[in-house]
């Protein structure tokens, strides 16, 4: 059994195997780039002031597919999109101080997945929990201004084929 005293978290090993203690390790997690006129969605995090575009876990007996369009209804309002790719599973860990301010001490980081989708027409964002904030804005400034535990992951999202291919067309 692991357990953090402080956030009140245990998990019990017992009888795992491999692949089920590597998913308690790292959360099953999905990531929309939402893109506008070549520009890209972030919203400001209420609690942490960070950026970050849409994101979060995958519900149990829910496809990662299925998580993102969640994800982007419940944290920003917009369900009308056209899907136009995604990339592969991507890890990063999480840096001491997160692991010491949540119930991620169990945990070594996140595994995402990542889904390009196209906005065309105008639309009320709407915010949900998670941000206080948003903007458009081109992925160099979310390059220098992600929280840097995330980086990789973020290059990785914007240098993937899909998106230079969004990126790049007429």
Known sequence: MIRNHEAGCSIHLFGMSKLEIFMLIYDENVGVVLIKDKLIFVGKRKKQGTWQMPQGNVDSLES??????RELYEEIGVSNVEWVGETGWRYYNFPEY??????????KGKKQKWFYALLYEECTIKLGDEFCDYQWIQDEWIRKNIIGFKRNVYNYVFDHEIYQRIKFSN
């Open 64 to 69: 990662p597919f299925e998580a993102a369009s």
């Open 98 to 107: 997160v692991k010491k301010q949540t119930c991620f001490a169990n945990k």
